[in-house]
């Protein structure tokens, strides 16, 4: 038998090894809006397919797993096999604005879960030396990816980024691009088959063309280290050629700019000891113009520089004790009952949070839009920013996990330059099973592996024994936060019962109260006795602050929720008609009378803190 001698040069395996442990996560090209590119966003032309008819043949086998790979709704009509006459043509088909979901753009799918095809022709002037990524900042749930009738990729997960080097599929002048979107909720996704939220589906965010040289900028972090305010740690990873060149660090403002050399793989990681560095904070939100540069690209980014840290019960933002004065947000328009799909209804809905008294905000319950976190950095918010690991999700599922962890590292990858994030939470109300805790104990482990500058939370799960809530959820112990759920005087009892409830808390950690609060129809008056009132709100918001200011250890809340949002379990035909009216404003902005007795108590909680 020939001894087969495998030489692997030690080089080649420290490669492997880098890329292996270094969490480079997914590979996202980091701050698209930085870059050079063509935006697809606007008008695209689609098609409604409820049997994924532009998929799969009659036989139900994909087309484009065939040896022709002809004949599904991703190609030119001309290359339509004889056999298959021309059963759909985009250009008779309507438009519909992208980014945006589906339901709230055309009646027929306000309620629809199945497929819908778009596509949009473009025109491209390819440079020479220039390679061309295709990116989505994201599709609910599934999606598809063709470029020219050709395959870019498919990609699963329905509120994070994703991208397809797709260079060798333009071509220079006309394009098109087409996208098969299904959002069947299934029991083995992230999230499972049950929300209460509604499952907008479709092209949802941003559509760039990005164009980037051969050898680029693909990622970097930029922040101060954990515990020392006076040290500027991170790291710059080139991909494409030449990984191994000088970069440069240039932070004009610190009156710093450095100069590295990037190793093989293409990174470089530093430790600069900085001086007279105004820290980020919502009350100050300073961002410090941040320019890294290498022989061939650069790229320009906003970055805030402050500290997040726990001792004991306390939450300390650079070194100073903060309560965080916070409201829930979904990703969703309430003036168009849609997902946010610009800017300005993002920035309204902080500004709410802002005139609310509000210092922080928990974007729940999966990656809100980067835009929304790039203005919580500049209009002064903290954020809890999680993962859809919500309620029921198939524990025992490896694939499942695989999902969840591959959204935990995109959302992680993407944010980890904005100051306001602190809390990474990996999930809500989650039941606690032994293949729970483990997928969670996992869950937690990645997230301080890929971010160890950040604290790890997620709503835990709560007992009640007579007017005592436990929170004694294991899940706990490894965790940052004592935060929960409580639903005292709305799904728990009667709100005169609220001085009689004591918190067990078994963790020796700041609590934060991830959620309470009560559904009330904005308009609808009574006494506090009557229910979807804006009265009971009220009486509710006020008993609930008077006894959760008691529990040793309260260091911040996010009631349940800024603003009225869609839910599909929401049947009630006149309090409710599909909303969740736990908004302390209603879906056109009228602030409910509870949203007075919430900002009254935060500009107290404020007073308090400041004068600490
Ligand atoms: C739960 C859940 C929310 C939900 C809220 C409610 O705690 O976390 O997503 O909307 O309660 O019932 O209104």
Avoid at 42 to 47: E, R
Avoid at 60 to 83: A, I, S, V, W
């Amino acid at each position: 038998m020939r001894k087969i001698s495998i030489r692997i040069s030690v080089t080649a395996l420290f490669l492997v090894m880098a890329f292996m442990t270094q969490g480079f996560g997914q590979g996202l090209i980091h701050n698209v809006k930085g870059r050079e590119y063509v935006s697809l966003n606007g008008h695209w032309n689609y098609i409604i397919d409820p049997y994924q008819m532009g998929y799969l043949d009659y036989r139900r086998k994909p087309f484009d797993e065939r040896p022709d790979r002809k004949g599904g709704f991703y190609d030119n009509l001309t290359n339509l096999p004889k056999d298959r006459k021309a059963e759909y043509d985009f250009s008779f088909e309507p438009t519909m604005l992208i980014p945006g979901d589906w339901n709230s753009q055309d009646e027929r799918l306000r309620f629809y879960e199945g497929t819908v095809w778009f596509k949009k022709d473009f025109v491209l002037h390819q440079k020479e030396g220039k390679r061309y990524f295709l990116h989505f900042g994201a599709v609910n749930y599934e999606a598809n990816v063709y470029v020219n009738g050709k395959k870019a990729g498919v990609h699963r997960g329905g509120f994070t980024p994703f991208q397809y080097d797709v260079t060798e599929l333009v071509n220079e002048g006309d394009n098109f691009v087409v996208v098969m979107a299904d959002n069947t909720r299934k029991p083995n996704a992230i999230p499972t088959d049950n929300t209460d939220w509604w499952n907008y589906g479709g092209i949802t965010r941003e559509v760039l063309l990005l164009e980037v040289p051969e050898s680029y900028i693909l990622d970097y972090k930029v922040q101060l280290d954990k515990n020392d305010r006076e040290l500027l740690k991170g790291y710059i990873q080139l991909d494409g050629k030449n990984r191994q060149q000088k970069v440069s660090l240039d932070i004009p403002e610190l009156k710093l700019k450095k100069t590295f050399e990037t190793d093989m793989s293409g990174r470089c990681e530093f430790s600069l000891p900085v001086k007279h560095v105004q820290y980020w904070s919502p009350e100050a939100p300073y961002l410090y113009t941040v320019n890294i540069s290498s022989a061939s690209d650069n790229i320009t980014d906003r970055i805030g520089f402050r500290t997040v840290n726990t001792e004991g019960k306390d939450i300390y933002l650079n070194g100073r004790s903060v309560f965080l004065r916070g409201i829930s947000i979904h990703d969703e328009n309430p003036l168009t009952e849609g997902r946010f799909r610009s800017e300005g209804g993002m920035r309204m809905v902080l500004q709410w949070a802002k005139e609310l008294g509000c210092n922080y905000v928990r974007l729940a319950h999966y990656t809100h839009n980067e835009t929304m976190l790039r203005l919580a950095d500049e209009i002064g918010l903290l954020v809890w920013a999680e993962i859809p690991v919500y309620w029921t999700i198939s524990w025992e599922n490896e694939a499942t996990y695989r999902n969840a962890e591959h959204q935990l590292a995109t959302a992680i990858e993407r944010d980890k330059n904005r100051a306001g994030v602190i809390i990474w939470s990996v999930g809500n109300e989650t039941p606690v099973t032994a293949a729970r805790n483990d997928f969670m104990a996992r869950l937690v482990e990645k997230t301080r592996n890929l971010d160890n500058t950040r604290l790890v939370a997620a709503a835990l799960e709560v007992e009640r024994d007579g007017y005592t809530v436990i929170v004694e959820d294991p899940l706990g112990e490894k965790l940052d936060l004592a935060s929960f759920n409580e639903y005292g005087g709305w799904y728990w009892g009667k709100t005169e019962e609220l001085p009689k409830y004591r918190f067990d808390i078994r963790y020796d950690k700041p609590v934060i109260i991830s959620e309470f609060g009560a559904g009330a129809l904005g308009g609808f008056h009574g006494d506090i006795q009557t229910i979807w009132t804006e009265e009971y709100q009220e009486d509710l918001y006020k008993k609930q602050l008077e006894m959760l200011d008691k529990i040793e250890g309260l260091r911040g809340m996010t009631p349940w929720i800024l603003v009225d949002f869609k839910s599909p379990r929401r049947q009630h035909p006149v309090f409710q008609d599909f909303w969740n009216r736990k908004g302390l404003l209603t879906p056109n902005g009228e602030k409910k009378k509870a949203f007075h007795v919430l900002r009254k108590y935060y500009a107290e909680k404020s007073a308090e803190f400041t004068a600490k």
